[in-house]
């Protein structure tokens, strides 16, 4: 772990309010060779890194955030206000101007909630090409215990160039039941689809919200499987929870890689470039640098690796990585 992150001492968070423009502050280090990989929120402060470990850019915000994301050329950012343990408004920051503009507001989707019900928004992705974002929508009432149904919403997209938002039909609707309770949107490379995964298993939809398509990532009673990225245009990373018998200690997951086209799948042992002793609580992974996350009793543990760093934090904390699939690395079918 750098030495600059030792002894970090993750802040409580507390609901957001107005942020003015010049509560950002952005500091970049000398010149390191690399690209920052992975970028990780740890109270006001959000930190980009190479694959060696070097942090190369902080952020600072006024206030913490519940999650966050990066525009690919990193000239934008979107940040969700910790309003509630779900979601919050979602705000757009030119990194450039230090700008900054909330895009969420009224009722999008809940339009009929009481008065200690309020909507939410979670999971923001900006597409490939960084015109629109994608994003979760999520019906909070404070106290439930039902998170299944209270925080079930569709996915929505915000386009630039119109400043208007969209909803995604094909997400209002999953088998029947309604939408699914977890959503978080995964581009595809080309950025004319979008797959999220929910109770129901995982699903690939069009911008346009029209088509839907159930994808098969797990198998027999005992799987819980779950898609982690794409890779390529036309294959898929996706995660096995293993359930082991009654009063069995758990094993680990298992990650594969499933052709869209054959619909066949691949260990993911061809895939990777650096060794993972475990993908058990895989979120994210690319060919420099993996997320995970792992429960426990008190919480959960999140991992950041890379080819040359590990990092592990405490909740409450949300880390992305920034770095894709090279086409030297995406595997032959796949592109």
Known sequence: ????????????????VSVVASAI?????????????????????????????KVVREIHLKRPVLDFAFSKDRK??????????????LTLVDLQTRVQKQFTSGHLYFKHLQKTETEVYDSPRFSPDGRSIAFAIHGNLPGDGNDALENSGPIAIFDFATGKTHLLKSTENIDGQGPCSESSPIWSPDGKWILFNCEAGAFITD??????????????????????????KNCLLYSQSID????????????????????????LATLLT?????????????????IRRIPSGSGS?????????????????????????????VPKGCD
């Open 1 to 16: 772990m750098p030495s600059k992150l030792t002894g970090v001492i993750v802040r409580t968070w507390n609901t957001i």
């Open 25 to 53: 502050v952005i500091s970049v280090s000398a010149q390191s060779p690399g690209d920052p990989v992975v970028a990780f929120a740890i109270g006001t402060t959000l930190t980009l890194s190479t694959s060696t470990g």
């Open 76 to 89: 934008f950012l979107v940040t969700v206000a910790p309003d509630t343990e779900h979601g919050g408004a």
């Open 207 to 232: 911008l346009s919200g029209t088509t839907l398509r159930a994808i098969k990532v797990a198998s027999g009673e005992r799987f819980d499987g779950y898609v982690v990225s794409w890779v390529g």
């Open 244 to 267: 082991a018998p009654p009063n069995a200690p758990p094993t680990n997951d298992q990650s594969k890689l499933l052709n869209l086209r054959t619909l066949e799948s691949q260990p």
């Open 274 to 290: 650096f060794p993972l002793d475990t993908v058990k609580g895989l979120e994210e992974l690319s060919e420099s640098a993996a």
């Open 301 to 329: 543990s999140l991992f950041v690796e890379t080819k040359g760093a590990d990092w592990r934090f405490p909740s409450p904390v949300s880390a992305h990585v920034l770095s894709g699939w090279s086409y030297a690395h």
